[in-house]
């Protein structure tokens, strides 16, 4: 499994080159980037990330369909394969719906708008004029149908967090590929020789868990009635995420000493994951990168 680290979306400007080199001086084999609205371009920031590096592999989770022409969207794909071979890794998806709709790009079938759409980038990025080294394509999506849609046309899915054995399993299950897929598995992650230190660290990193469109990743869990139960009593995030027991928050995050979240690593690679993504929780994830960097 690839130990991958995520370049947090409000990160400074002038801290996101020092991180992408810190990262790969740390020996992290992939940096993933988001696109999320009203911060960063996820192709803006993968071009410059690559050029400010050497060798580590850049994923973009993910361009939303919806928002992005997928002509153009495979001209800047190709542009990235050409110059940066073999070191990108194309993330697309439906988007949060919420923020698809404010800016008029939600598509009336979601479903089939994924599907044509990945289709055709692939496509596009294998066709006569593509590069010689194409990168794969992977959805970052959470619903089984969806999910289904994702094992039929891409080469792998993302998997946002939290992301436990139990979800890896019931996705895949859902997935059902007929070829190699590749399962790339985003985690908020806090690791420090005192537990308990790290655990309150990646506490606020939690609090928006249990929202509807995360149902799916809590369903699976022997806990997700009582965790739904809590939220519900819970008056705001704070007392919710100050309210979780702790062995939860050791299955809803990679979190603690080194040892464990190696014990956890091993865990969600040996249930399928080929990419764990670290999101740091830290409040300076710059300087947290080498204590994340577990082996």
Not at 225 to 249: H, I, K, N, Q, Y
């Amino acid at each position: 499994m690839n130990l991958g680290v995520m370049l947090p979306r409000d990160l400074p400007p002038e801290q996101v080159l020092p991180y992408a080199r810190r990262a790969e001086e740390a020996g992290f084999a992939e940096l993933w980037v988001v696109e999320d609205l009203g911060f960063r371009g996820g192709i803006a920031q993968a071009a410059a990330v690559l050029a400010a590096t050497t060798s580590i592999h850049v994923g973009i989770g993910v361009l939303p369909v919806g928002a992005r022409n997928v002509a153009f969207a495979a001209m800047e794909c190709t542009s990235l394969a050409e110059l940066f071979p073999g070191r990108v890794t194309i993330g697309v998806g439906h988007g949060m719906p919420d923020w698809m709709r404010s800016v008029g790009a939600w598509p009336a079938s979601p479903l089939r708008a994924l599907e044509d759409y990945v289709r055709t980038l692939r496509d596009h990025l294998r066709g006569e004029a593509g590069p010689a080294v194409v990168p794969d394509v992977l959805t970052g999506v959470r619903g089984p149908k969806s999910l289904k849609v994702s094992g039929a046309v891409a080469d792998g899915t993302v998997l946002a967090e939290p992301v436990t054995p139990e979800y890896v399993r019931w996705a895949l299950d859902r997935i059902a590929a007929e070829r190699p897929h590749r399962i790339v598995a985003y985690n908020a992650c806090a690791v420090d020789e005192d537990e308990n230190r790290a655990l309150a660290t990646v506490r606020p990193a939690l609090a928006w868990i249990g929202e509807p469109d995360w149902a799916p990743h809590l369903a699976p869990l022997p806990f997700a009635a009582e965790f739904a139960a809590l939220r519900a009593r819970c008056a705001s995030r704070e007392e919710f995420t100050d309210r979780l027991p702790a062995g939860w928050v050791r299955q809803l995050s990679i979190v603690g000493t080194p040892g464990q979240a190696r014990t956890r690593l091993d865990e969600l690679a040996a249930a399928g994951v080929t990419t764990s993504v670290l999101i740091p929780a830290a409040a300076d994830p710059l300087a947290a990168l080498e204590g994340l960097a577990v082996r």
